[in-house]
């Protein structure tokens, strides 16, 4: 899942990265994060002063597993503000032939005066799936203008397809062009062109283009950012949802076109099963994945789950600056 937009529009791109970086004073990525933390597959923005977090819904907990809100002032102490809709928008079910116990790998992203949420409908192991969207005109639930409007279907897979349409996160090319990654196991990840206007697939390029594989093996998340002449990929490898025995780490590519192709640090394709490793678990928080990239004036933030020993293995949210290397490669700040 994804680049966030702290403001800006469409039409002026190059605006908005000035104005992100005029936003109130980014505070350092904290080194423990307090209060409802409880997250998987985390997308990160900013409205004003305050911090939002979107997640996979809990198939046990608030709205029909609806996709989860959390809010924060300091990236330290986060609360749980509700979910994006009380009921699952009937036509997913209709697509996928029943109800779904949850709704996954929300991305949020702010163009056209609008919020935009994308977000996946499947079943575990299945590419009978949907991306879907949401709007908003703000994020604050206090406002009048608050509400969330469903937008409907972005793109769908079918169980003859090659690839699964699940962890959407929206970019921008350089020219202000938006595109959209998702994909997870079968052929990997794969990009379509949005229509700047409508949120929805543009349909002057109807090219499915591919961008990362592992020949069928484990690969998904995907989230891209741009930095210094490159957009750089970020995938999770390996095995999620296994509490502490989940196998999920973090890699990275990166291309001078955001359609790719993307190479590791090796010089090896990101569509031939490269990769470089950003972070991987540890002895307390094991399976680090489900990432987004929120870039937060003129920090890059990595906002990720991971699973923690302590806690029975529940995935809990986790934030970490990036540092760049010499040669323009990413690093985790410890804080």
């Given at each position: 899942?994804?680049?966030?937009?702290?403001?800006?529009?469409?039409?002026?791109?190059?605006?908005?990265?000035?104005?992100?970086?005029?936003?109130?004073?980014?505070?350092?990525?904290?080194?423990?994060?307090q209060g409802d933390?409880?997250?998987?597959?985390?997308?990160?923005?900013?409205?004003?002063?305050?911090?939002?977090?979107?997640?996979?819904?809990?198939?046990?907990?608030l709205n029909e597993?609806?996709?989860?809100?959390?809010?924060?002032?300091?990236?330290?102490?986060?609360?749980?503000?509700?979910?994006?809709?009380?009921?699952?928008?009937?036509?997913?079910?209709?697509?996928?032939?029943?109800?779904?116990?949850?709704?996954?790998?929300?991305?949020?992203?702010?163009?056209?005066?609008?919020?935009?949420?994308?977000?996946?409908?499947?079943?575990?192991?299945?590419?009978?799936?949907?991306?879907?969207?949401?709007?908003?005109?703000?994020?604050?639930?206090?406002?009048?203008?608050?509400?969330?409007?469903?937008?409907?279907?972005?793109?769908?897979?079918?169980?003859?397809?090659?690839?699964?349409?699940?962890?959407?996160?929206?970019?921008?090319?350089?020219?202000?062009?938006?595109?959209?990654?998702?994909?997870?196991?079968?052929?990997?990840?794969?990009?379509?062109?949005?229509?700047?206007?409508?949120?929805?697939?543009?349909?002057?390029?109807?090219?499915?283009?591919?961008?990362?594989?592992?020949?069928?093996?484990?690969?998904?998340?995907?989230?891209?950012?741009?930095?210094?002449?490159?957009?750089?990929?970020?995938?999770?490898?390996?095995?999620?949802?296994?509490?502490?025995?989940?196998?999920?780490?973090?890699?990275?590519?990166?291309?001078?076109?955001?359609?790719?192709?993307y190479t590791d640090?090796?010089?090896?394709?990101?569509?031939?099963?490269?990769?470089?490793?950003?972070?991987?678990?540890?002895?307390?928080?094991?399976?680090?994945?489900?990432?987004?990239?929120?870039?937060?004036?003129?920090?890059?933030?990595?906002?990720?789950?991971?699973?923690?020993?302590?806690?029975?293995?529940?995935?809990?949210?986790?934030?970490?600056?990036?540092?760049?290397?010499?040669?323009?490669?990413?690093?985790?700040?410890?804080?």
């Amino acid at each position: 899942m994804r680049r966030r937009v702290c403001a800006g529009t469409l039409l002026n791109v190059l605006l908005g990265m000035l104005l992100m970086a005029a936003c109130s004073s980014a505070p350092a990525a904290p080194s423990t994060l307090q209060g409802d933390t409880r997250t998987h597959d985390p997308g990160m923005i900013r409205q004003g002063d305050t911090y939002y977090v979107f997640s996979t819904g809990d198939e046990h907990g608030l709205n029909e597993g609806n996709i989860q809100i959390r809010k924060s002032k300091d990236l330290v102490q986060w609360e749980l503000v509700g979910t994006v809709f009380q009921k699952t928008p009937q036509w997913i079910a209709s697509e996928l032939a029943g109800a779904l116990p949850n709704l996954w790998a929300p991305d949020i992203s702010y163009f056209n005066n609008k919020y935009h949420l994308y977000y996946s409908g499947s079943r575990f192991g299945s590419n009978n799936s949907v991306i879907a969207l949401a709007t908003n005109t703000t994020l604050d639930p206090a406002s009048p203008d608050y509400g969330w409007v469903d937008q409907g279907m972005i793109i769908r897979s079918r169980p003859s397809y090659s690839w699964n349409a699940i962890d959407p996160n929206l970019a921008f090319d350089t020219g202000g062009v938006p595109w959209l990654s998702f994909g997870s196991f079968w052929t990997g990840i794969k990009m379509r062109r949005i229509d700047p206007t409508t949120g929805k697939l543009a349909p002057e390029d109807e090219k499915l283009y591919s961008l990362a594989s592992r020949g069928g093996g484990a690969i998904e998340a995907p989230a891209i950012v741009y930095r210094d002449g490159y957009y750089y990929l970020f995938v999770s490898f390996d095995r999620c949802c296994r509490g502490i025995n989940s196998t999920y780490k973090i890699m990275v590519g990166r291309s001078p076109e955001i359609t790719g192709p993307y190479t590791d640090r090796d010089g090896k394709r990101m569509d031939q099963g490269g990769g470089h490793l950003v972070l991987e678990g540890g002895e307390r928080y094991r399976g680090p994945g489900g990432q987004s990239v929120y870039v937060d004036g003129d920090v890059y933030r990595l906002v990720y789950h991971a699973y923690d020993a302590t806690a029975g293995g529940t995935p809990q949210l986790q934030i970490r600056d990036l540092a760049w290397t010499s040669d323009g490669w990413p690093t985790v700040v410890e804080p």
